[in-house]
């Protein structure tokens, strides 16, 4: 085998191990995907009890004004949700993109979660007040969304902040994907029905401190549901990156054997020549 064979060869070897690569990465974030959307029926039946309990509980008496909704808002958060790991495509310019055309970094504070995320936002020098790695397996959710939760609330007890809000992606959208924003704080109490019953609930906390525990409570579950949510949809844009550069990968493939082909016809057909040149000599 000549040179130039021989270097297509190791070439197609080369391409087709990054092939079987991109194939095992597209294979998991599927299952992580799948994984993710198997554990928001949980997380919602959580919000559900939650909620009905903050019912049970405006049903006789009603939150303190300072959880109402505040007539003059002067400050706000915003909680980022990006990606871990690359491979993602446009993932984290798209949440940063969002977040960017709506933040007024004067007012307002980022809190940001995903690794990637964070050396994006160093790039476009966002100021982030709070950062996090974001959840690499759906079982790391929990946690992530209890770290959330306290450094929430430690810059709610320090500065006066009038409205928290998440924004990440959403999984089984279009192929750009979709962006959302989820509204935290002001904590809407619209939402529960109250429930009034003829024997009233036995507490054992004043009614603004036991509603005051079930907000946080049901705040946290809401960020668990967006966690998950954002990891199903990041798993999502990488499978879609994979499928891309798989796709790329088996076009060179193909150009490769096409050249390999034409290469070693050459070289047949020099061989022929040579064969045929030596034999007319030989007359």
């Known amino acids: 085998m000549s040179g130039k064979l021989a270097e297509i060869e190791a070439r197609n070897?080369?391409?087709r191990q990054l092939d079987a690569v991109i194939g095992a990465m597209r294979g998991i974030a599927a299952a992580?995907?799948?994984e993710a959307q198997r554990r928001l029926p949980g997380i919602r039946s959580s919000a559900a009890t939650v909620g009905a309990a903050i019912g049970a509980v405006l049903g006789h008496g009603r939150p303190e004004p300072?959880?109402?909704a505040p007539s003059d808002p002067r400050?706000?958060?915003?909680i980022a949700l990006c990606s871990e790991q690359g491979f993602v495509g446009a993932f984290n310019e798209r949440i940063l993109d969002y977040v960017q055309n709506r933040i007024d970094y004067a007012q307002s504070e980022l809190m940001l979660v995903g690794t990637r995320g964070e050396l994006l936002a160093?790039?476009?020098r966002c100021a982030v007040v709070w950062n996090s790695p974001a959840a690499s397996h759906a079982d790391d959710v929990l946690s992530l969304a209890g770290r959330i939760t306290d450094a929430l609330y430690e810059r709610l007890a320090t500065r006066a902040i009038d409205s928290v809000s998440l924004v990440h992606a959403l999984p089984g959208g279009p192929l750009s994907g979709e962006i959302v924003e989820h509204p935290l704080i002001p904590f809407d109490f619209s939402r529960f029905e109250a429930l009034e019953r003829s024997l009233p609930p036995l507490v054992n906390l004043p009614v603004e401190r036991l509603l005051a525990g079930l907000v946080e409570s049901y705040v946290f579950v809401e960020i668990c549901e967006a966690l998950m949510l954002s990891f199903a949809a990041e798993n999502e844009a990488r499978m879609r990156a994979m499928?891309?550069?798989r796709?790329?990968?088996r076009d060179r493939l193909d150009e490769l054997t096409q050249s390999y082909r034409r290469v070693r016809q050459d070289e047949i057909t020099d061989d022929i020549v040579e064969l045929a040149a030596g034999a007319g000599e030989a007359r």
Do not use: C, P
């Open 13 to 15: 070897a080369t391409a």
């Open 32 to 34: 992580r995907s799948r």
């Open 66 to 68: 300072a959880l109402q």
């Open 75 to 78: 400050a706000r958060i915003v």
């Open 122 to 124: 160093n790039e476009r």
């Open 243 to 245: 499928l891309a550069a």
């Open 247 to 249: 796709a790329n990968v």
